[in-house]
């Protein structure tokens, strides 16, 4: 599984998506301290709660008027909407697991992330 892989520092990820590889550093870091079936660490969460508000709102900024901002505008939404079902799960004492959230992360950057750097250096 990618997510199993993210435990990686890497030159292809400007410094904004290297924040998501750090939130997977954490959840590693708990799940080796603890069980796979351990729950997400408050800290990893919070970060990525953090990582939603201010980078999808500055990439929609600058995507506004490009082709397809609409639909990757809806792809934030649907990102949104799990990160904010993970922070209800932290604030009423259920944290979700950290393999459910390291595979949400590597999903999002498997189907988000790596095509939208790809459009990018194709561009430039």
Do not use: C
């Not at 998506?17 to 969460?45: C, G, W, Y």
């Not at 709102?57 to 939404?77: C, N």
């Amino acid at each position: 599984m990618l997510a199993s892989s993210l435990s990686v520092k890497s030159d292809y990820f400007i410094p904004r998506e290297q924040k998501l590889f750090d939130i997977v550093e954490l959840l590693n870091r708990d799940a080796d301290l603890r069980t796979e079936s351990a729950n997400a660490p408050f800290e990893a969460i919070t970060a990525l709660l953090d990582y939603t508000k201010s980078e999808l709102a500055w990439e929609e900024k600058v995507m506004k008027d490009a082709q397809g901002a609409e639909e990757h505008k809806r792809e934030h939404d649907y990102f949104r909407s799990t990160v904010m079902s993970y922070v209800s799960m932290v604030q009423f004492g259920n944290s979700p697991p950290a393999s459910e959230v390291r595979d949400f992360i590597g999903n999002w950057i498997q189907s988000h992330v790596m095509p939208a750097e790809a459009a990018t250096t194709a561009r430039a």
